[in-house]
């Protein structure tokens, strides 16, 4: 029985990304694209003066973007996240591998995992369970890449589509709880792809998590992916489910929302996006599906030189923002329109405000 189970685990993580690779081939327009940067005809930086750097979980890092949660869990992933730790290491940015429950519960697997820390000994590594996983596992899984950061995923849309999948939760904000207390590294809540509202974001906030990942809709879909998984289509209905990335980003503006750090990911596809969620506040901005898009249809050079590209773009927006850095990228004015602005509305965010910051 647990041999089978081994292998069912294995096999999901193996659809998990061929799956996911199928959709970015063809990505659905992004609520982003409904927010405008106000710039300028007259800058005040040169293109060298500009500072990419940002902080991320208490670790200042050259650039504000990194690798997000994608895989591990078989002997195909493995491999995969041993070219996504090389792409990390010679782009200087963060990586996060996937839920490692798979190792937690098969020890022979641990090394698809550790292989990130192998070929990136010295980069900023994010650990990954869910809050099902008992502290004492989650510790373990921080020790297994002498992680910098351990990540929680948050997913009830694809758990409850997952056929296999947890039907239980009203016990994940008490282990979240524990987490905090108890990890020796930071901790970051982070969703799937379904977005936080302001209001689960003040729920975290209230036990103590310092930051979060909104993690929109409008990237890979794991409602999608888990009800093709099914073969029978029964959730079809939910694919659509959640908030995208820049309505979770449009909530952190409103008055009540918490004060606290917080990352995007979520269908991000250019620098454009990148820069665009900076200036809605976000402190570093995380990508998986167009990574591993990239990777699978170019190879790890082309995507090394792809991402090393990107920053080049970044400065060149940035100076065209009139920022020099993203503190000042945060005091950018923004325009919200189409059915983001009538979205906003409707949650009470000031967008007059927004359009006038500078």
Do not use: C
């Amino acid at each position: 029985m647990q041999k089978n189970d081994d292998l069912l685990r294995e096999r999901r993580k193996d659809e998990h990304v061929a799956l996911g690779v199928k959709q970015n081939e063809q990505l659905a327009p992004s609520s982003l694209e409904d927010l405008q940067l106000i710039g300028t005809s007259l800058p005040r930086y040169n293109v060298k003066d500009i500072d990419l750097k940002t902080t991320i979980l208490g670790t200042t890092v050259p650039f504000p973007f990194y690798i997000n949660a994608m895989t591990g869990g078989s002997r195909h992933t493995k491999k995969i996240n041993a070219e996504l730790a090389e792409i990390a290491r010679e782009v200087a940015i963060p990586m996060a591998v996937g839920s490692q429950s798979a190792a937690l519960k098969n020890s022979s697997l641990i090394d698809t995992y550790k292989i990130v820390r192998e070929t990136n000994p010295n980069g900023v590594i994010l650990s990954n369970i869910s809050p099902e996983v008992a502290i004492q596992d989650g510790l373990r899984a921080i020790d297994m890449l002498e992680a910098n950061a351990l990540q929680i995923h948050i997913n009830p849309a694809q758990e409850l589509v997952m056929q296999e999948g947890d039907r239980s939760f009203s016990h994940w904000l008490t282990r979240i709880e524990e987490y905090v207390k108890l990890s020796p590294v930071p901790v970051v809540v982070k969703e799937v792809g379904f977005g936080m509202t302001r209001e689960t974001v003040k729920t975290l906030a209230d036990i103590g998590v310092q930051t979060v990942d909104l993690a929109g809709k409008g990237g890979t879909n794991f409602a999608k992916i888990e009800n093709d998984r099914r073969r029978d289509q029964a959730y079809d209905f939910l694919l659509d489910w959640g908030v995208s990335t820049g309505q979770a980003l449009l909530d952190m503006q409103h008055r009540d929302a918490p004060k606290i750090a917080y990352l995007a990911s979520g269908g991000i596809r250019n620098p454009l996006d990148i820069v665009k969620a900076l200036a809605l506040g976000a402190d570093s901005v995380g990508m998986a599906g167009q990574v591993i898009y990239s990777l699978k249809k170019d190879g790890v050079l082309k995507t090394i030189e792809k991402l090393e590209f990107w920053k080049e773009q970044l400065r060149g927006l940035f100076v065209l923002a009139n920022a020099k850095n993203i503190r000042e990228l945060k005091e950018t004015s923004i325009i919200i329109s189409g059915e983001l602005a009538e979205w906003g509305k409707l949650r009470g965010i000031d967008m007059v405000q927004l359009a006038n910051r500078k």
